[in-house]
């Protein structure tokens, strides 16, 4: 179902830096914050957002990966 081989390398990058943070949701301006120069932050989010990798909270702008994508991502990587 969740293929890291369907991700491009900008999204598969962004989702290891995702993958050490907590599994709570994250406002956009604080990932933006951790991390910055990444002039597709909000592009690549939206993406994973959109391929089932993270949670969008549209209210509060905010993103959230599930403990369950993180240890497949990590398995994959592994």
């Known amino acids: 179902m969740y293929e890291l081989s369907r991700l491009s390398q900008n999204e598969s990058s962004l ?3 995702l993958a050490v943070l907590p599994a709570e949701s994250i406002p956009f301006k604080i990932l933006e914050t951790l991390i910055p120069d990444t002039a597709t932050l909000e592009q690549n989010l939206l993406s994973l957002s959109r391929k089932g990798w993270l949670d969008y909270n549209d209210t509060y702008a905010s993103f ?10 990590k398995k994959e990587k592994s």
Do not use: D, E, F, N
Request: no cysteine.
């Open 64 to 73: 959230k990966v599930s403990p369950r994508h993180t240890g497949h991502y």
């Open 15 to 17: 989702l290891s830096l």
